[in-house]
DNA sequence: GCCTAACCGAGACGGTACGTCACGTCTTTTA
DNA sequence: TAAAAGACGTGACGTACCGTCTCGGTTAGGC
């Protein structure tokens, strides 16, 4: 789960005293803490980190290169859990995928903060390419499946490219949250967006039909 | 141009020896030669700004309140001209309009930590806030408009909410760079997102004709 | 007065807020303050010093190079004023010089922490020597001219090396209060050492007489 | 020869592993060798002495309290022997006494740091007290001996107070390694010493025949 | 020949200080 | 009065040691 033990690897088995693992969880709950207490970003230093997990700062530092490869860790501890996919059709899926990701951004009131979280492990591209490989891939992997999956079942077309049909899909919702990372989003987003892109934009689009009949077309 | 004078508007006219208007520009031309040179968002001090541009600490204080809001400005020098819409149809409005979006991302070596110094602003709600108003809005209602005149000429279905029609087409292209910000995105995405958005994505849309012919369905 | 300013003599007059002297006075007596109040050595961090003036580290490090330095100048402040020497005879002079010895060792609380002061000096070679030329030597060139007169009025004798004698009247003094900081020294140890060398340890030296008849033996 | 075992004495006779002596002699050796390799002693941490030695910090602190305590068994260990004295006259063991101490002062490279050693164990009284008592006094004893010894063959007037007769002989000599620790010493400096103090400084002292004549004056 | 207590090296631990750097404010002189 | 220069108090940075505390593994008795 850790990022990167940072321990020079050289010597045989375990020598000397072992790392505490409880440590590593104080400081991941220490920094999240400050976050749901209002501490804004700017005071979130390693100094004030180490005081209020009750370590000392070298401990900090022999985990975690930075600030932000420790964010990184906290970032994956406070990621919800992958959801639950109905399974009764790719329409459904893809509102319950979507549904999480809305949720994901209104989580209490810590989620603006981790919100800027997130915007400041960009400074590091490395780092930020680790949250991606680890956090993102997965996340994506999962909606390109379930695409998949309708292409399969005839919801969806053949001729299209997964990759591009999930940014479609994600990038409405995942765009209001990075541009107004304050804003409320509506309950029934996720479904009046899948609804809207399976029946098309232009005139020529199926009637409204469509619109109620959210289960895949012939069953 | 400047987003907070600061001055304290007490005194008469102009008393004493006037602003340099050429230390304005020398300070946001330094910091936007630094970027371009590499220099990591983390070192880009007030102190270092201010030596770079040949320029006292106190005299960037009097014009802005910190970094923060300096980056600001320099957001908004870089941001490019709003984009000359061909006006032949809604659909080739809205493939520039999302092509003047994959080109910003691509903008030379700088694009990458520009777009570190948006994600940096992020720590500060209220700088955001102005960011988000006098550069995302003003495009957003651009889209907006075209959209609007899309559905006066039949181009768009009329039961849409265009706010929402408008992040779909949006999203997808800003996610991507938001995401994946040094990743090359395809110079033809713009015309596939919105060709593939406006065909609908359920097997009951038009058939592959349509995809080619990418003028209005009835011109 | 002060050791080094630190200061990297590039630019021209004087360019920018001139240093403060009144934080120079304040760092010193910050030092001396807490020897006085029973601080131990091991305690007296740049840390606590800076917090004691009320002044910023860097404020410090502008002026000193580190600990040694700064205490180069604290010795020099706290060094008693050169003596005012009788002038009646050598004798004389030496009693004067011997006692002044004396009594800079017993002077207040400090004393014994001033001595610690000067022992941890020697840590640093370049810094002891500093400590040793201006103060040590000049002190010394005193007693020599003292004995150089000496010589010319008949009371010391024309064959020695005026060096070595200097060093046999200090060195008692001197070596007490350096191998037993805390002991009190007798107030007649002056006058004891100078007269039992001017008058030998040989029983073949000159016989009492000379003992109590202490100013020149012409006189 | 350890100053403070450190052993909490509760437990019986010895149980358990007994403490390795090569490990004491390692510590001390190494503690040596890395002055001799002229590393300042700003840089002689716990933590490096203990790597040097190839022992564990706790080993350490298991038989000396710190730094300070450890140094006293150091200088103890590289104290010379104590010199053979002639007893051919109390001269002669005077001019034996001080060349020790003249050659103490330039034993190889590390004599210098030797020197820095005694100084910072200036900083803890008790150590301090502890090294004057183990070594100072002894030595001290020894000089007061052999004057003693001079008294009653009739070398040294019997009106003297012996302990200050000692601080006499002894200061000069090192008075001279303590302002001026690298400073070289002259061969014949003992010898001078000696016997400008036997002969006094006075004008009426025994004449230059005195001087060159080095032998008692009655043997 | 075990048992077991104390040793050993290694190194993690909570602290504290180091010396540097940047913050935003404040004096200076110069223009 | 604004400008460049740079000192100022503050406080975080990342490192190094401090002295203590586990770890696994040794090394001697005493049984």
């Known amino acids: 789960m850790s990022s990167a033990p940072r321990r ?11 790392r505490s693992e409880a440590v590593e ?6 920094v999240m803490r400050l976050l749901e ?18 370590v000392g ?26 959801p639950q996919l109905p399974g009764t059709s790719m329409r459904d899926d893809l509102v319950v995928l979507l549904e999480s990701l809305r949720r994901r951004g209104l989580a209490g009131r810590n989620s603006a903060m981790l919100h800027s979280v997130r915007a400041q ?34 919801e969806l077309r ?30 029934d987003l996720a479904e009046r967006i899948v609804d809207m892109l399976l029946q098309g934009l232009g005139p020529a689009g199926a009637p409204s039909a469509a619109a109620d009949s959210a289960g895949p077309p012939a069953a």
Chains 1, 2, 3, 4 share one sequence.
């Open 8 to 18: 020079p690897v050289h010597a045989g088995p375990t020598r000397g005293r072992p």
């Open 25 to 30: 969880r104080a400081v991941i709950e220490g």
């Open 37 to 54: 207490d209002g501490v804004p970003l700017s005071e979130l230093s390693v100094e004030r980190i180490a005081r209020t997990a009750g």
């Open 57 to 82: 700062k070298a401990t900090i530092y022999r985990r975690w290169s930075g600030k932000e490869e420790l964010f990184l860790d906290v970032l994956r501890a406070a990621e919800p859990p992958e």
């Open 121 to 154: 492990m960009k400074s590091s591209p490395k780092i930020w390419a680790a949250y991606h490989d680890t956090v993102v891939v997965p996340r994506r992997r999962l909606g390109i499946e379930v695409l998949r999956r309708g292409q399969a079942n005839g």
């Open 158 to 187: 053949d001729d299209v490219d997964l990759e591009l049909v999930n940014d479609v899909f994600v990038g409405p919702m995942l765009v209001r949250s990075v541009l107004r990372p304050d804003a409320e989003l509506p309950e």
